[in-house]
């Protein structure tokens, strides 16, 4: 017999894919219902102001119109907030940032929905706003909620907390401005409602259904029981489509409920990137010092997070960011104060990453400028602060297991990065300059939303040996059907092809929290290998007397179950027909939890994650002096991944997390003008294209296992989060000038050359 080579760390075909690129997928905008109505919303055009009144009277007597919502039809909680109540699903007596929700319409076409909801113009008074999150904490700044715009504040607190008592030889004060950004999602929000008696169906484009389900049900006072919500197929996420999906569900579910009718909603792009959430824009204080050899002696952050006008996961977003500010280095003393602020602008939301990039584009910038101070090369002090195996504590004292991968993907990056020989994208007149970056990224939930760190897993083995898996953690391109399908296989023993994994439905598989902080492979995987050791307490008997062998002595391996060790080998399909045949239960359960972990959020102290993933980018760049213009050339990657689940899809996260954070460092920028986005649209708003890609090398080092499924670790946040620190070093670097803002725009670029006597020298 030939030997079957094994799934884990392949390439083969996902199995989402053959659908995809044929166009067979079939996403919510392609779904179509008899008697479906289609929904819109009326929203407020400014960002502060109290609402004297509103008329709907003429909106509901227009063409098509079939019902108009307000507030005060809501059966249930007119209530949103995903954790905290400040979020109305439709406003009554006040706005708070423009695309607040009025009334909800439903009529027989879209373009009649959309037309009555525009119609609906209320009186306003305007109220002032404010738009800066850092005069929003002044007192004299007017309120969104309460007494005061602070939301809330984190810290980490290690060693002497007062530099100013501390010796170092060279100190670093910076400021840096970091502007959010968009999803860019593919597939703008879409949903579609279906009423069935007491209850309802939503087919949702979404990462978490189950949040959804929560929505819906408190908004329309029913048993969750009642609310089905399916993830249909995802067009792109990237934390956009985690918290914000159950506001427009909420909305289809309330006009559906209404008219007892099928009803769809779908954004138009402009709609969607002027009302949904954003990366969180924050402003972050440095002061850091190191003594004459290159240590650093004490790192003092100041963040301040632009929540918008509601908390939506600001909280969870600033808790992250709190204590990945240190970043993969070995500072004795500490001082980091997170703080969060309410504002009148679009509110702020999951993004990859999750407040990690921010604060590390701060930290590796500080880092450069440091070791210009110093007269050292950047790589040198980086390699001399790192964390290691002497000193393998965090930011927040955690040990960090053995091995620390820091220095090796610092190494591996720097050596791909020195190999590559790279064909110039830029002409040569162009400055050029190279870039590093590190990253330590906590995998999967921080210890304060641990209680959401939970998944379930449904395995059903058929009678021909294939195998149907759901579970409740989502796809939305990542790759999260690809990895399920190769534990299942690996697991199982059979080829991937034999495994179907289903999108996630509330109504078979239980409350599995979030997809999100790079938790859906490691978290799904945990299930499904949990569900199949339970599975196998019941095939493994049958196995055994097949084969003459004790039941611990079974192995499942190329497609047959055999003693282990060597020895006699039956196809696993008669294994399956023979429980089949005595009708032996072939379908299980599998669930996974993380372990309790200790952690003080008065000092920032104790183990905020289960594990941890490091990384390093080295990216070079070639900059335009004269128009500000950057192109990068190359991109070296080297990440801690533990083991590699499907090549292709690894692979694939860190090629896209590099472009997409290359339209953070570069061109995205949200050009906001009181809480109103002056470039609604992909014409103005720019995202890299295919022509700006740069080469990038990739390397997955599996030296360090994690506590993934088979030591695998998370990859789609860590692909991220390097990049624009990186990019922003090396441009730099290039023209001999410090930039401490994002994004590196043009403007950005000649303006900082401009007030550059150095660079102005050189060019003389």
């Not at 087919?203 to 089905?228: D, M």
């Not at 409740?472 to 391109?477: A, C, D, I």
């Not at 089949?580 to 996974?592: D, F, K, M, P």
Request: charged residues 20%; negative net charge; glycine residues 8%.
């Amino acid at each position: 017999m030939t030997k079957i080579q094994p799934p884990l760390g392949g390439s083969h075909r996902r199995p989402d894919a053959m659908a995809k690129a044929t166009g067979q997928t079939r996403y919510v905008g392609d779904l179509a219902l008899p008697g479906m109505l289609h929904a819109a919303i009326a929203v407020s055009d400014r960002a502060s102001a109290r609402v004297l009144n509103f008329d709907v009277a003429s909106a509901r007597r227009m063409p098509g119109v079939e019902a108009v919502v307000t507030a005060d039809e809501i059966p249930g909680d007119n209530q949103v907030g995903v954790i905290f109540p400040d979020q109305p699903l439709l406003v009554t007596d006040r706005v708070r940032m423009v695309g607040d929700r009025l009334a909800l319409v439903a009529a027989r076409t879209p373009e009649e929905a959309w037309d009555a909801a525009r119609a609906i113009s209320p009186a306003y008074e305007d109220q002032p706003g404010v738009f800066d999150p850092e005069k929003a904490l002044d007192e004299t700044s007017p309120t969104l909620h309460g007494t005061d715009n602070l939301l809330h504040t984190f810290q980490v607190l290690r060693g002497q907390t007062d530099p100013d008592h501390l010796d170092a030889d060279v100190i670093v004060e910076a400021h840096y401005e970091i502007g959010g950004q968009d999803h860019a999602y593919l597939e703008p929000q879409a949903c579609l409602a279906v009423p069935e008696g007491d209850r309802i169906t939503i087919s949702a484009s979404c990462q978490c259904p189950f949040y959804i389900q929560q929505a819906v049900a408190r908004v329309l006072a029913i048993p969750l029981a009642s609310v089905r919500v399916e993830q249909a197929p995802t067009g792109g996420a990237f934390g956009g489509k985690e918290d914000y999906p159950s506001e427009p569900a909420a909305c289809a579910a309330m006009l559906a409920w209404r008219t007892r009718r099928p009803v769809r909603l779908l954004y138009s792009r402009e709609f969607d990137l002027q009302v949904t959430t954003k990366r969180h824009a924050m402003v972050v204080q440095h002061r850091w010092g190191a003594d004459k050899n290159g240590r650093l002696v004490f790192a003092e952050v100041e963040a301040v997070l632009d929540c918008g006008a509601y908390a939506g996961l600001s909280t969870v977003v600033a808790e992250r960011a709190n204590v990945s500010a240190i970043g993969p280095y070995a500072v004795p003393n500490i001082m980091v104060r997170t703080r969060i602020a309410y504002t009148n602008n679009l509110f702020g939301g999951a993004y990859r990453g999750f407040g990690a990039p921010q604060v590390s584009f701060a930290a590796e910038a500080t880092m450069d400028t440091l070791a210009h101070r110093l007269g050292m090369d950047p790589l040198e002090f980086r390699r001399i602060n790192l964390v290691t195996p002497s000193d393998p504590l965090t930011c927040t004292d955690q040990p960090l297991a053995a091995p620390q991968m820091a220095q090796a993907c610092l190494d591996r990056a720097v050596k791909d990065s020195e190999e590559h020989q790279i064909a110039p994208r830029a002409p040569d007149s162009w400055r050029r300059g190279r870039g590093i970056s590190l990253a330590l990224y906590g995998i999967n939930l921080h210890r304060g939303g641990q209680f959401l760190d939970r998944s379930s897993a449904v395995v059903i083995l058929q009678p021909d040996a294939s195998v149907i898996v759901r579970v409740g953690l989502t796809e939305m391109g990542q790759g999260n059907l690809a990895a399920v399908q190769t534990v299942t296989a690996a697991a199982l023993g059979i080829q991937p092809d034999k495994v179907q994994v289903w999108q996630p439905d509330t109504t078979t598989v239980a409350d599995s929290g979030p997809t999100v902080a790079s938790r859906g492979s490691h978290s799904s995987g945990r299930a499904v290998l949990d569900a199949i050791e339970r599975l196998r307490r019941r095939l493994d008997p049958i196995a055994a007397e097949l084969l003459g062998c004790r039941p611990e002595d079974v192995e499942l391996a190329d497609s047959c179950a055999r003693v282990s060790g060597g020895g006699p080998s039956v196809p696993l399909i008669d294994v399956t027909r023979e429980m089949a045949a005595r009708r032996i239960e072939t379908i299980s359960t599998g669930w996974y939890r993380s372990k309790p972990r200790v952690f003080d959020e008065a000092t920032g102290m104790g183990e905020p994650y289960a594990s941890y993933a490091m990384a390093c980018h080295v990216v070079d760049v070639a900059v335009d002096p004269d128009l500000g213009l950057v192109r990068v050339e190359h991109v070296a990657a080297a990440h801690d991944v533990g083991r590699v689940l499907h090549r292709t899809a690894a692979e694939g996260q860190v090629e896209g997390g590099v472009v997409q954070a290359m339209g953070w460092a570069l061109t995205e920028e949200l050009k906001l003008d009181q809480g109103r986005l002056l470039n609604p649209s992909f014409t103005d708003y720019l995202i890299p294209t295919s022509d700006d890609a740069p080469p990038v090398t990739v390397a997955l080092l599996e030296d360090a296992p994690g506590r993934g499924p088979f030591g695998s670790k998370g990859l789609g946040e860590p692909a991220f989060i390097p990049t624009a620190a990186a990019i922003r070093n090396a441009v730099c670097a290039a023209l001999d000038v410090e930039i401490n803002r994002l994004p590196l725009t043009p403007p950005v670029i000649v303006r900082a050359l401009a007030g550059n006597h150095r660079f102005k020298h050189l060019m003389e």
